[in-house]
Antibody, heavy 120, light 112 residues
Framework: EAQLGESGGGLVKPGGSLRLSCTASGFTFTSYTINWVRQAPGKGLEWVSSISSSSTYLFYADSVRGRFTLSRDNAKSSVYLQMNSLRPEDTGVYFC?????????????WGQGTMVTVSS | QSALTQPASVSGSPGQSITISCTGASSDIGGYNYVSWYRQYPGKAPKLLIY???NRPSGVSYRFSASKSGNTASLTISGLQAEDEADYYCSSYTSNKSLRLLFGGGTKLTVL
């Protein structure tokens, strides 16, 4: 069964940094684009960033561009989201999601999410 | 554009059908057949219900169907069941250079 699992969330002060990890199992990791989607408490989903299978293509939402950096280690079946200069509005649950190979920008496998709280 | 527009809530009785709309623009829903729909239970990860406007992944009930007309996509759930009570989100590729993917604001479905 294809699975994703996030880790690395926690409480951080404004201006601080966190590194989230997303580890895959049960599928050929090197064939898939991986995305991060976040959800502020009580709010809707917001796409954050994506990285293609060979790291050739990287995309970021304007709200995080210049502060967040996405990378992947295919040997470890893992994706990493380095989050710097964190702001209170970055608070929320961060999900990693696999992009289906059908090519319609659909996310067919999701992790359980990891909570990030930015507060003084 | 910050998000696709969905009704905040819809409701229906068991056995009935309901439709959730998702309105965008020509730069997203209207211009591409890259609309997806997700269901999310409280405290859980979203689950893919529909991709490519109308396609159901393997294992998703036939009670879920979807369509698109112009800049508006729609999700229909037929034969409502208590387990359908959840939040539903649409998403679409966008050519807006500030983003790659847009989500709708979400719709809370209540089964009466």
């Amino acid at each position: 069964e294809a699975q994703l699992g996030e880790s690395g969330g926690g409480l951080v002060k404004p201006g601080g940094s966190l590194r989230l990890s997303c580890t895959a199992s049960g599928f050929t990791f090197t064939s898939y684009t991986i995305n991060w989607v976040r959800q502020a408490p009580g709010k809707g989903l917001e796409w954050v960033s994506s990285i293609s299978s060979s790291s050739t293509y990287l995309f970021y939402a304007d709200s995080v561009r210049g502060r967040f950096t996405l990378s992947r280690d295919n040997a470890k079946s893992s994706v990493y989201l380095q989050m710097n200069s964190l702001r209170p509005e970055d608070t929320g649950v961060y999900f990693c999601a696999r992009e289906a190979t059908t090519g319609e920008d659909a996310f067919d496998v999701w992790g359980q999410g990891t909570m990030v709280t930015v507060s003084s | 554009q910050s998000a696709l527009t969905q009704p905040a809530s819809v409701s229906g009785s068991p056995g009935q059908s309901i439709t959730i709309s998702c309105t965008g623009a020509s730069s997203d829903i209207g211009g591409y057949n890259y609309v997806s729909w997700y269901r999310q239970y409280p405290g859980k990860a979203p689950k893919l219900l529909i991709y490519g406007v109308t396609n159901r992944p393997s294992g998703v009930s036939y009670r879920f169907s979807a369509s698109k007309s112009g800049n508006t996509a729609s999700l229909t759930i037929s034969g409502l069941q208590a387990e359908d009570e959840a939040d539903y989100y649409c998403s679409s590729y966008t050519s807006n250079k500030s983003l790659r993917l847009l989500f709708g604001g979400g719709t809370k479905l209540t089964v009466l």
